[in-house]
């Protein structure tokens, strides 16, 4: 007899697991629209449009953007889960209109394309970097441009969006997350000398997001140089989360890790090819003497770690996957943008001749938008560590389950 037992893949997803804060988006970059779910928000936490508007913008500027950025002006609609300019705590749904959608319907409608302008905009070049071949290959497209649309950073607006509203729900408990530009190819920036406050407002007010000013000028004009010769940049994002409490993530599990959920998230950002926390990449370089961060106590310091505190933070504020309650710290490195005006040599899918690859309009250089969309990452992993820890369906549950914990702590002997 047959057997009517459920696919493997059913049953190892029993109901009730991941049901912290969780987000799906759904668009493609020339679509109609982006859209978003984010579930596991709190009830009564106050949803500040102009927030969420600020990241967007953030994330569309930058030295080094293309023409497209010109076109968009991101605005997410809330379809629901807010009400009264407050959650719910219920599924928050949002749309984010792609404003070139007009010009694209032709090529990009769900029904009712117009065959001549699909074939028109049809890639067959598959771009070395990008995702066209393997997703050509994967799903059997011929045309590569149902890989390419989704696999495009545009999906990024959408994570970008609930990303404000994860820091939202940080800054309830004072939480904050800076996030700055410390690399762009050969140039490297310095801000060992500015404070927090001072990181932020440099790095907001540069075309190129980064804090140093000095070094802010020799990128754009390495992103002039590598544009004017058909060529493009990647470099490092950091990311900063200051007065996050000790104790969320575990080392109980490796999928509880706060180190490993954090490079996780910040390494699904589209070119994000490496994740550091910490100095962990010059860790290696080190003996242990001069590599952990030795444990001091004073009745003064701040109750998120119960007095304890470090005078140095390489571990960039987690160990055992546990945050210590110093800042953490997550730098990604993004790789130089796929799309080359000198484009580099491929193989055509249809013919399997040598040729070019495809030219998309593309950017010269996205770290600063790449500094935006991994704060916006970063947030989120730490505000779902937080709603695991503190839960609560509303935030004045949260809020009391927090205090209590940090009471707690304190009391520790
Ligand atoms: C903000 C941002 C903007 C990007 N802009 C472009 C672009 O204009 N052209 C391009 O080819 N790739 C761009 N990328 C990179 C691609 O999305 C990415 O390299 C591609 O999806 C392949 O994924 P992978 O690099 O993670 O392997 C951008 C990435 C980000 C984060």
Redesign the pocket.
């Known amino acids: 007899m047959a057997q009517c037992s459920p696919p493997f893949h059913l049953s190892a997803t029993p109901l009730g697991k991941n049901l912290m804060l969780r987000f799906l988006t759904a668009g493609e970059s020339h679509g109609q629209a982006l859209v978003a779910i984010l579930e596991g928000v709190p009830a009564g936490l106050e949803i500040r449009r102009e927030f969420i508007e600020t990241r967007l913008a953030a994330?569309q500027s930058g030295y080094g953007r293309?023409a497209r950025m010109k076109i968009e002006r991101d605005r997410a609609e809330f379809l629901s889960g807010v009400r009264d300019g407050r959650t719910l705590g219920t599924p928050i749904a949002l749309l984010i209109p792609n404003k070139d959608w007009a010009n694209w319907q032709k090529v990009m409608a769900p029904f009712k394309a117009d065959a001549i302008a699909v074939e028109d905009r049809a890639v067959h070049r598959p771009?070395p970097?990008?995702?066209d071949l393997a997703g050509a290959l994967k799903f059997m497209h011929t045309d590569m441009r149902s890989v390419l649309e989704r696999?495009?950073?545009r999906e990024?607006a959408a994570k970008t969006a609930v990303g404000a509203i994860g820091e939202m729900l940080l800054l309830e408990f004072d939480i904050s997350i800076v996030a700055h530009v410390v690399r762009i190819g050969g140039v490297a920036a310095d801000t060992s000398r500015l404070s927090p406050k001072q990181m932020s407002r440099a790095s907001e007010k540069s075309p190129v997001r980064c804090a140093d000013t000095v070094a802010a000028r020799k990128m754009m004009k390495a992103i002039d140089e590598a544009g004017s010769e058909g060529d493009t940049l990647g470099g490092i994002v950091e990311a900063i989360a200051f007065n996050v409490p000790a104790g969320l993530g575990s080392h109980a599990q490796h999928d509880r890790r706060l180190d490993a959920r954090l490079a996780a998230a910040a390494m699904a950002?589209?070119?994000?090819k490496a994740v550091e926390i910490g100095e962990g990449v010059r860790l290696g370089q080190l003996r242990g003497s001069q590599a952990h961060d030795e444990i001091f106590y004073s009745k003064k310091k701040g109750g998120r770690s119960a007095g304890f505190y470090r005078k140095t933070n390489r571990a960039g504020g987690i160990e055992g996957g546990i945050s210590n309650g110093e800042n953490i710290v997550v730098k990604a490195t993004?790789?130089p943008?796929?799309?080359l005006k000198k484009p580099l040599r491929s193989v055509s899918l249809k013919t399997k001749r040598p040729l070019t690859a495809a030219v998309?309009r593309?950017?010269v250089c996205?770290v600063p938008?790449?500094s935006v969309?991994v704060r916006a990452a970063v947030a989120l992993e730490i505000a779902n560590a937080m709603i695991e820890k503190f839960g609560g369906d509303s935030l004045t549950e949260m809020r009391r389950n927090f205090e209590s914990y940090i009471d707690s702590m304190r009391k520790l002997r």
Request: positive net charge.
């Open positions: 994330r293309g771009r970097g990008h995702a696999a495009s950073a990024t950002v589209p070119a994000i993004m790789k943008i796929p799309t998309e593309s950017d996205a938008a790449a969309i």
